[in-house]
């Protein structure tokens, strides 16, 4: 097991563009949530999946943002019609249990960078 | 309001010696857990240490322990016998309970760890 895998580590596009990122979680967890980190800042809760569902979302994600998780393994976060303000570093984090203990494993992260 | 507060932008700290790194917390959820996380320049998130809001005893993980203090709504981290290695931004997270039905880790901005040789 390697862990949980994101790709690309960095991409570069012109504003207006779409962009797509990949997770693939650890295998036998069932929860993978995304989340957003700014420079100086912790990171930010952007959204949650249970298997297949997406259950929570933050506020956070505007509707240019969509992520799914289609068959409840890998996930794809995808911004649409990318502005400056979305630069920054998106990480995929996966985990497996059942109570407020469990910890989650965290991706190196996509660094997306709007020119 | 912000739920995590880390006051301590940068540490520094001799190798060998013992740093404490603050983090309070602000919630009505009887229920909770505290996370620390480490991030070095690679930028992966690495879990170091959690602790239940129930829980009676503070965590200890190797060289890492949590010390509680529930009334004081503190969570800060120590780390003993400090390693070069241990250079890194350090997170301090809070999940709130179940009964508020979330399921996200809510971060603090963070302190960034220097150990000098």
């Known amino acids: 097991d390697t862990g949980v895998s994101q790709n690309p580590r960095h991409k570069i596009t012109k504003r207006g563009q779409n962009v797509t990122f990949r997770c693939d979680p650890i295998?036998?967890?069932?929860?993978l949530y995304w989340y957003r980190q700014t420079l100086g800042q912790g990171p930010e809760f952007l959204t949650y999946?249970?298997?297949?569902?997406?259950?929570?979302k933050s506020r956070l994600l505007s509707d240019r943002f969509s992520a799914e998780r289609p068959k409840g393994s890998f996930s794809t976060l995808e911004i649409q019609r990318t502005e400056q303000g979305d630069s920054a570093m998106y990480l995929c984090?996966?985990?497996?249990?059942?109570?407020?203990?469990?910890?989650?494993?965290f991706g190196s992260g996509t660094q997306l960078s709007v020119l | 309001a912000q739920k995590i507060t880390q006051t301590q932008p940068g540490m520094f700290v001799q190798e060998k010696e013992a740093v404490t790194l603050d983090c309070t917390y602000d919630?009505?959820?009887?229920?909770?857990?505290l996370f620390w996380y480490k991030q070095p320049s690679s930028g992966e998130m690495i879990f170091l240490i959690y602790?239940?809001?129930?829980?009676?005893q503070n965590a200890t993980e190797g060289r890492y322990s949590l010390n509680f203090q529930k009334a004081r709504k503190s969570a800060n981290l120590v780390i003993s016998a400090s390693q070069l290695g241990d250079s890194a931004m350090y997170f301090c997270?809070?999940?709130?309970?179940?009964?508020?039905?979330?399921?996200?880790?809510?971060f603090g901005k963070g302190t960034k760890l220097t150990v000098n040789p």
């Open positions: 984090a996966s985990s497996s249990g059942q109570d407020a203990a469990e910890k989650l494993f």
């Open positions: 999946f249970q298997n297949e569902a997406q259950l929570e």
């Open positions: 602790q239940g809001s129930y829980d009676q």
């Open positions: 997270a809070m999940r709130e309970g179940q009964q508020g039905g979330s399921e996200k880790l809510v």
């Open positions: 295998s036998e967890h069932n929860r």
């Open positions: 919630t009505s959820d009887p229920s909770y857990g």
